[in-house]
C-alpha cells in the first residue's frame, strides 16, 4: 500500500484488502524492529557480495562468502532475502558441441576413469574446447584446467579448430608453472588431442594421455562444467564485434575473475588461485615452484591464432 499512495487513496486501498485506515497508519508510524533493521543490513550486503561475483553467485555461494566475512547468517535466511528481493544468479544455456571424433587417429584409454580429484597440483590437466560467436565469424577457445585447484593453467584462441592452438594452450599452461610439469592430460576424442603433433608434444613433456569415452562429456566434467559457466556468466550477455573484443573479454573473465576471485565447492569454496596459495605445502609436494604459479606470473592477453 504505501508504495502505491501516489496512485491510489489510502481508504479505497483499506477497502480493498479489507484493513482499517487506522490500522495502517500505526503500522506506518512504528519503528522497524531490530530484525528488520538486520534484514535490510544483509540485503545490501548480499546486493554487494551479488554484484563482486557479476551476478554468478547463487545463495549458496553467497552465504559462504558472508560467513567468511565473519558475517553470523543462516543459509536459509539468505536464501529467502534473495528469493524475496529477486537477486538471481545467471542461468546456464546448453552449448554446441565441438568434438570432431569422425577420425582414424589413435585413440587413448580412458585413464582418468572420472577421477576428478587430485592431491597435488599439476597431477592431472583436463582440457577441452567451445566456441564464440563474434561478428567476424567464429572464435574458438581451447583450456587446459588443473583437476587440484580448477585453475585454468593455459588457454588459447583460434579462428579455426587448428592443432596448433591446442598445442599453445599446452605450452602456455607450462610457461605459467615456471618449470616443467608433466601432468597426465585428459581430453575428449577430438582430432585436435588425437593428432600426431600433440600426442609428440606430449610425449617430449613426459605426460600421460587420457580421453574421454566416444560420446560421454560426463568423463570430461569439469571442464563441461567451466564452459557452462563460461557461457551462462558472460558469453551469452555480450555481443562482440570482433574477435580481439571477444578475446579480450575471455582474458578478464578467465585471468581476472575466474582464476582469482570466482570461488568454488571443490576448493572449499576459495577461487584457484587463492586456494593454491593457501596450500603451498601441496604446491611444492606436485613439483611446482609458489613463485612460478598466477600468484606472481604476470599473465598476457590472448593472442588468436589464424586460420
Known amino acids: 500500500m504505501r508504495a ?32 528488520e533493521i538486520e534484514n535490510e543490513r544483509l540485503v545490501e550486503q548480499i546486493k554487494a557480495a551479488h554484484a563482486a561475483s557479476r551476478a554468478v553467485y547463487g545463495s549458496p555461494k553467497i552465504y559462504r562468502g558472508l560467513r567468511r566475512e565473519g558475517h553470523r547468517v543462516n543459509h536459509k535466511r539468505v536464501e529467502r532475502l534473495m528469493r524475496e528481493h529477486g537477486i538471481k544468479a545467471k542461468r546456464v544455456k546448453k552449448s554446441r558441441r565441438t568434438t570432431d571424433s569422425r577420425h582414424s587417429l589413435p585413440v587413448a584409454e580412458n585413464v582418468l576413469a572420472r577421477q576428478f580429484r587430485a592431491e597435488h597440483p599439476d597431477e592431472v590437466w583436463t582440457s577441452d574446447i567451445t566456441y564464440v560467436w563474434t561478428q567476424e565469424g567464429w572464435l574458438y577457445l581451447v583450456v587446459f584446467l588443473d583437476l587440484y585447484s580448477r585453475l585454468v593453467v593455459g588457454w588459447a584462441v583460434s579462428e ?6 591446442v598445442e599453445a594452450a599446452f605450452l602456455a599452461g607450462q610457461q605459467r608453472r615456471g618449470q616443467a610439469v608433466s601432468p597426465l592430460v585428459h581430453s575428449d576424442r577430438g582430432s585436435q588431442y588425437a593428432s600426431a603433433a600433440f600426442r609428440g608434444r606430449l610425449s617430449a613433456w613426459g605426460c600421460a594421455q587420457s580421453m574421454s569415452r566416444k560420446g560421454d562429456c560426463w568423463d570430461n566434467a569439469v571442464t563441461e562444467s567451466f564452459f557452462g559457466g563460461l557461457k551462462s556468466e558472460m558469453v551469452h550477455h555480450e555481443r562482440f564485434r570482433t574477435r580481439q573484443e571477444a578475446t579480450d573479454k575471455l582474458f578478464d573473465y578467465i585471468e581476472v575473475f575466474y582464476n582469482r576471485s570466482r570461488i568454488h565447492s571443490a576448493t572449499d569454496y576459495f577461487a584457484p588461485a587463492e586456494y593454491e596459495a593457501r596450500n603451498p605445502r601441496a604446491v611444492e609436494r606436485g613439483g611446482v615452484r609458489p613463485e612460478g604459479s598466477l600468484i606472481s606470473v604476470s599473465t598476457k592477453r590472448g593472442e588468436i591464432h589464424p586460420a
Open 4 to 35: 502505491h499512495e501516489s496512485e491510489f487513496r489510502v481508504s479505497a486501498m483499506c477497502r480493498a484488502l479489507e484493513v482499517s485506515p487506522a490500522g495502517y497508519y500505526r503500522w506506518r508510524a512504528r519503528k522497524p524492529s531490530k530484525r
Open 160 to 165: 579455426s579448430l587448428e592443432t596448433g592452438f
